[in-house]
């Protein structure tokens, strides 16, 4: 039998405010050309809480000082990838409460890399149309903490971007 789902899994920040999110500009992936959370994939070995805060400095420049997580959802979508039809993206979540440095808007481009740097973005400007479903989740948690849903979620449709949207 052939699996149909790809499975990825990550750990992510949320780093901003009731009004603004930091996100990065997704070079890679079903998320191209779209905002994306800062964080990534585990290294070998790995602790989740030393994947997120690598992950955030290779991609924002920003170095976490204090965070905590929050939890654990997965997206599920169409999406041709290899020999896959479908993506199952699993994301433990990370409260980013303190950092050190600047956000930077280019970062270092290495193999693995899928961030061409970082921004600040107003809440009401990230969309489904020009953002990651990590994007969104984060955008709920920053504007109703008290009410943060990590019920799974599922995409009956999911559109690549051939553009940038930054």
Not at 10 to 29: A, E, P
Not at 57 to 65: F, I, P, S, Y
Not at 117 to 140: D, Q, R, Y
């Amino acid at each position: 039998m052939t699996e149909k789902f790809h499975r990825a899994f990550g750990c992510y920040g949320i780093i901003g405010n009731s009004n603004s999110l930091v996100v990065i500009k997704k070079n890679g992936g079903p998320y191209i050309n779209r905002f994306d959370l800062p964080g990534g994939s585990l290294e070998d070995g790995e602790k989740l809480l030393d994947a997120v805060k690598r992950e955030v400095n290779e991609e924002t420049g920003l170095v976490v000082e204090d965070c905590a997580q929050i939890g654990v959802t997965s997206f599920e979508y169409p999406w041709d990838y290899q020999q896959w039809h479908f993506n199952q993206h699993i994301c433990v979540f990370y409260r980013i409460n303190e950092v050190k440095g600047n956000i930077k808007t280019e970062v270092e481009q290495f193999t693995g890399q899928d961030s061409l740097g970082a921004l600040s973005v107003p809440l009401n400007k990230l969309t489904i149309a020009n953002s990651s479903p990590l994007v969104l989740k984060a955008k709920e948690f920053l504007l109703e903490p008290a009410s943060f849903d990590l019920t799974d979620q599922t995409f009956k449709t999911w559109q690549v971007l051939d553009k940038p949207v930054f």
